[in-house]
T-cell receptor, first 116, second 109 residues
Framework: DTGVSQNPRHKITKRGQNVTFRCDPISEHNRLYWYRQTLGQGPEFLTYFQNEAQLEKSRLLSDRFSAERPKGSFSTLEIQRTEQGDSAMYLC??????????????FGSGTQLSVL | GQNIDQPTEMTATEGAIVQINCTYQ??????LFWYQQHAGEAPTFLSY??LDGLEEKGRFSSFLSRSKGYSYLLLKELQMKDSASYLC??????????WGAGTKLIIKP
C-alpha cells in the first residue's frame, strides 16, 4: 500500500474558475477527511466521510465547496468560483474504522492551490 | 471558544534535548495528538495521550496533564532530520480534532 494519494499536487487557477481535487485513501480505511492548511497554521477541518456518507461538514465551509465519496473509496473536493482566499494546501486524511473513536490519521501529501 | 497554544518557533542544537509545550482550552477532552510535518509534506502521527502521564517512544516522549490543560513533546538526541513543524491537536467532546498552529523547530549543527 502506498498510503493516501492526492492529485494533483499543485493547481494554479484564475479567480472564478472551478477546481476539483481527488483523494485515494488507504484501501481498508473507512473514514476520510478533508482539511485546509495555510502557511504557519494547523489544518482546518472541512468535512468527514464514513464510507460514502458525509457525516460532518464545517460550518465555516462556503456553499462553493462540495465533496463526494460516491462508492466509499476515493473522494473528490470541488471548489466553484474560486477566490484568492481559497489559496491553500488541501489535505486529505484517512483512518481505519474501529471501536475506538480516536484513530490516528494518515495524511496525503496535499494539493497546493494557488488562485490568481 | 476553543484554543490551542504552542510556540511559533524554537531553535535547538543537534544532539541536545528540546521540549515543545502545548496548552489547550476545549469543549471536552478525548485525547491529545502530536504530529510532525516537514515543509511541503503531510503531517505524520507521533503520539497520542488520553491519560495523565508520560508516553515514551524512542527519542520522542509526550506528556499530558488534563487538570492543567497542558502537554509537551520531548525530543532527545536531536538530529538534523528533526527540523520540522510539530502540531498539537486535541480531540474535543464531539471527537472533532482542534489543531494548534504548529511549532517550527530549527535544528542547528
Amino acid at each position: 500500500d502506498t498510503g493516501v494519494s492526492q492529485n494533483p499536487r499543485h493547481k494554479i487557477t484564475k479567480r472564478g474558475q472551478n477546481v476539483t481535487f481527488r483523494c485515494d485513501p488507504i484501501s481498508e480505511h473507512n473514514r476520510l477527511y478533508w482539511y485546509r492548511q495555510t502557511l504557519g497554521q494547523g489544518p482546518e477541518f472541512l468535512t468527514y466521510f464514513q464510507n460514502e456518507a458525509q457525516l460532518e461538514k464545517s460550518r465555516l465551509l462556503s456553499d462553493r465547496f462540495s465533496a463526494e465519496r460516491p462508492k466509499g473509496s476515493f473522494s473528490t473536493l470541488e471548489i466553484q468560483r474560486t477566490e484568492q482566499g481559497d489559496s491553500a494546501m488541501y489535505l486529505c486524511a484517512s483512518s481505519p474504522e474501529s471501536d475506538l473513536p480516536n484513530e490516528k490519521l494518515f495524511f496525503g501529501s496535499g494539493t497546493q492551490l494557488s488562485v490568481l | 471558544g476553543q484554543n490551542i497554544d504552542q510556540p511559533t518557533e524554537m531553535t535547538a542544537t543537534e544532539g541536545a534535548i528540546v521540549q515543545i509545550n502545548c496548552t489547550y482550552q476545549t469543549s471536552g477532552f478525548n485525547g491529545l495528538f502530536w504530529y510532525q510535518q516537514h515543509a511541503g509534506e503531510a503531517p505524520t502521527f507521533l503520539s497520542y495521550n488520553v491519560l495523565d502521564g508520560l508516553e515514551e517512544k524512542g527519542r520522542f516522549s509526550s506528556f499530558l496533564s488534563r487538570s492543567k490543560g497542558y502537554s509537551y513533546l520531548l525530543l532527545k538526541e536531536l538530529q538534523m532530520k528533526d527540523s520540522a513543524s510539530y502540531l498539537c491537536a486535541v480531540s474535543d467532546s464531539n471527537y472533532q480534532l482542534i489543531w494548534g498552529a504548529g511549532t517550527k523547530l530549527i535544528i542547528k549543527p
